[in-house]
């Protein structure tokens, strides 16, 4: 009898650490996220006319296409962070 009980015990602290670990992991995915968003708005900001820190640092502007991508990244980060089944 003592047996059962400590083995649900064990399975309710699996449980629980099981859950728990899901949450950290739920949260490092946001801060991921809104990290890459940050980072990539950063790069499609300085790459833009008149403000062209990349041109004034490195002589030349980034190319187009990784201008292109990052926005892309951004805008996807926003619709994944609103979707209606996000959490």
């Known amino acids: 009898s003592s047996s ?5 015990d064990k399975d309710s602290d699996d449980s629980d650490a099981h859950h728990a670990l899901k949450k950290v992991e739920q949260k490092h995915f946001e ?6 968003k940050s980072t ?5 900001f300085s790459n833009n006319p008149g403000i062209d820190l990349h041109l004034k640092l490195r002589g030349k502007k980034n190319h187009e296409g990784f201008h292109c991508l990052c926005g892309l990244i951004s805008a996807s980060t926003v619709l994944y962070n609103n979707f209606p089944n996000a959490e």
Do not use: E, K, N, P
């Open 40 to 44: 990539c708005d950063v790069t499609v």
């Open 4 to 8: 059962s009980s400590s083995s649900r």
């Open 31 to 36: 801060l991921f996220l809104a990290l890459l």
